[in-house]
């Protein structure tokens, strides 16, 4: 099972960004997908998740800014970024609690992608 997250990159404060991450391999079900991030010096924080029935959580700092949404037939979780600050720069990084096709249920994580906000 493998993630991969697209779509970080350099924007100024107050525009937004749009992360995909995609989860490929040998899934059979894919419960809670999330997003983390991590800024230099400190430690990876949860940003957002979303079970498979569209339950979805938010850190206080993003909440009416970030929208989490997921695509269950593409194995697709989204996290549109709106209004962003310098404080939203950090490496974003996409998880998800995937049971595979040999009944495995284990957390995996993507490469991280960057989100740079300039002020």
């Known amino acids: 099972v493998q993630l991969v997250e697209s779509g970080g990159g350099l924007v100024q404060a107050g525009g937004s960004l749009r992360l995909s991450c995609v989860a490929s391999g040998s899934i059979f079900h894919i419960n809670v997908m999330g997003w983390y991030r991590q800024a230099p010096g400190k430690q990876r924080d949860l940003v957002a998740d979303?079970?498979?029935?569209?339950?979805?959580t938010y850190a206080d700092s993003v909440k009416g800014r970030f929208t989490i949404s997921r695509d269950n037939a593409e194995n697709t979780v989204y996290l549109q970024m709106d209004n962003l600050g310098p404080e939203d720069t950090a490496v974003y990084f996409c998880?998800?609690?995937?049971?595979?096709?040999?009944?495995?249920?284990?957390?995996?994580w993507g490469p991280g992608t960057q989100v740079t906000v300039s002020s």
């Open positions: 998880e998800g609690n995937i049971t595979d096709t040999l009944w495995k249920t284990a957390d995996y």
């Open positions: 979303i079970t498979g029935g569209g339950r979805t």
